[in-house]
């Protein structure tokens, strides 16, 4: 076998591995956490809506874990912390994906424009044990 064919066959080889790892990556993945870095529009209609989007987010299967900008504190340890966040946890990376793609969660967004603007917004999947 050739130098050119034995690294082709390498090539192909580790592609495979890898996407076979990514794979069982996926499929067990362990808790997801929602998390969203957010600013306050008007305070009053936020007060009013968290106990509604939390209601919401609990009936698909989440729990609100950490809601700064209703009581909340943010402790800087490195660069500058975010004022207003949200974090959410969830039972896998597939409910939480299904929570932002839902009709409940779609159904509040002129309640949550009014009330905080989206700075950013991502999910941590924790490894599962």
Known sequence: MTATYALALGIIA??????AFAHGLHAQTGKAYLV???ETLDPAVLVAYVPVVQA??????GRPAVISSIGGKVIPLVGEAPRNYVISEWESLAK??????????????????????????FIVVMAPK
């Open 14 to 19: 580790g592609a495979v591995l890898a996407a």
């Open 36 to 38: 969203s870095e957010t």
């Open 56 to 61: 919401a987010l609990e009936a698909a299967g």
């Open 96 to 121: 939480a994906q299904a929570w932002v793609e839902s009709a409940e969660w779609n159904a509040l967004r002129p309640r949550r424009e009014k009330s905080y603007r989206t700075i950013r917004q």
